[in-house]
């Protein structure tokens, strides 16, 4: 009885022992070891429950791998009295400097640099918070819906606050066609980098068709070091917008007055800004054929406000018993401005010599514009007289 009773309180004398030593000062909020780190080394806070104070010998360093690779100038305690509770900060100062990126580091006070105010016998033990410096700003989060229909702008976001690299912008695709280039508008907001790519105003993406937005690596960077910044971006999404797009077709085309048999510079004008897309080339087909029978590099010019898309055949001499159909292949001309569009497979056909074959005769109420032979817009078509409306001769009746 006598020994189980000396037991009992040599084991109660040892725990309290135990739980008096485990007594230590902890933080309870740091600065780093949350959040990637992306900042310069200057200065990092702790916040503790209750006052505390500086005791003689107090240092911290960072290290990596093992290696101290900063060491701290300074330390310095402040307490805030609250209606509720007292805390206590350490602020721990180090020479302005930048951490290597694509690294992890650990942040160690050692031990028995501070003490609570009110009892200097509890110390810190020592403290270890790991953090990181990230190589990039990380991934990517996005408001932008699966189906996009209509919209001016879309966003992106990163963690933390960004600023553009020089003057970013977007790459938007259509059917994994490159169409246009769009601002890349980078701002900020608490712990939060955004960027926008602004169309200006509304643009419809086409029903069913699959665009992507990408914005190269390297366009916006950290508020705060030049050195992190993002990763390529890459969204897809799928057109919704269901209601007729205004197709991209020219008004005008050199081969409507042009009859020679001897194929050269042929020319399509279009009303609104366009681009040729890379590689485009002009086509003359056989009827029929399995193949262009020439073809010739694309090239853009701009006259009056008019758009002028046009290939040299260098004076290729077509058969006058052979027909044949001039093409522009779809996606060769591409919508500078507005919806997202680009020319679908525009045909001429021709007889055996470079005039346009047919005559439509129209009576519609269409509100497209008419242009006259030269390609000027007429206001008030004549009836019986030839004009060019979507492409084609039309006679008004």
């Not at 084991?11 to 485990?22: D, E, K, R, S, T």
């Not at 059917?175 to 980098?193: F, H, M, S, T, Y």
């Not at 680009?342 to 001429?348: A, C, E, S």
């Not at 242009?371 to 039309?394: A, C, E, F, M, W």
Request: aromatic fraction near 10%.
């Amino acid at each position: 009885m006598k020994k189980s009773l000396l037991l009992s309180m040599v084991c109660f004398c040892m725990g309290c022992i135990q739980m008096a030593a485990a007594v230590t000062l902890q933080p309870e909020q740091c600065d780093v070891g949350t959040r990637p780190f992306v900042y310069p080394l200057e200065s990092i806070g702790m916040n503790f429950d209750g006052g505390i104070i500086l005791l003689n010998g107090a240092k911290a360093e960072v290290k990596c791998d093992g290696v101290a690779v900063a060491v701290a100038t300074e330390l310095k305690t402040s307490n805030y009295v609250g209606q509720n509770r007292t805390q206590g900060t350490l602020e721990i100062c180090f020479e302005k400097q930048n951490l290597p990126i694509g690294k992890d580091y650990v942040l160690v006070v050692a031990p028995g640099s501070i003490a609570k105010e009110t009892d200097s016998s509890v110390v810190n033990d020592v403290i270890k918070i790991p953090f990181n410096v990230p190589a990039t700003l990380g991934e990517i989060h996005s408001d932008i819906p699966a189906v996009v229909s209509t919209a001016k702008s879309l966003w992106i976001y990163w963690g933390t606050e960004t600023d553009p690299v020089g003057e970013p912008e977007f790459t938007l695709y259509r059917n994994g066609q490159e169409i246009r280039k769009v601002p890349a508008r980078v701002a900020w907001d608490w712990n939060l980098g955004q960027a926008y790519a602004d169309f200006g105003s509304n643009v419809n993406f086409e029903n069913g068709v699959k665009y992507r937005l990408t914005l190269p690596a390297g366009s916006v960077s950290s508020c705060y070091r030049d050195d992190i910044v993002n990763e390529e971006v890459v969204i897809d999404f799928t057109g919704g917008y269901t209601e007729p797009v205004k197709p991209l077709m020219y008004v005008w085309c050199s081969l409507f007055t042009d009859h020679s048999d001897e194929l050269d510079v042929v020319s399509f004008t279009y009303d609104r800004p366009v681009r040729v897309s890379d590689g485009a080339k002009l086509q003359l087909w056989e009827v029929d054929g399995e193949s262009p029978v020439i073809e010739a590099d694309a090239y853009l010019s701009t006259e009056d406000g008019r758009w002028i898309v046009s290939a040299d055949f260098g004076g290729f001499k077509m058969q006058p018993e052979v027909g044949y159909t001039f093409v522009i292949p779809e996606g060769s001309v591409i919508a500078e401005d507005g919806d997202p569009v680009v020319n679908l497979r525009n045909v001429l056909a021709l007889n055996g010599s470079s005039g346009i074959k047919n005559i439509v005769i129209d009576n519609t109420d269409d509100e497209t514009p008419f242009y006259d032979l030269s390609g000027r817009i007429v206001i008030n078509p004549q009836p019986g007289t030839i004009y060019i409306q979507h492409g084609k001769k039309i006679i008004v009746k």
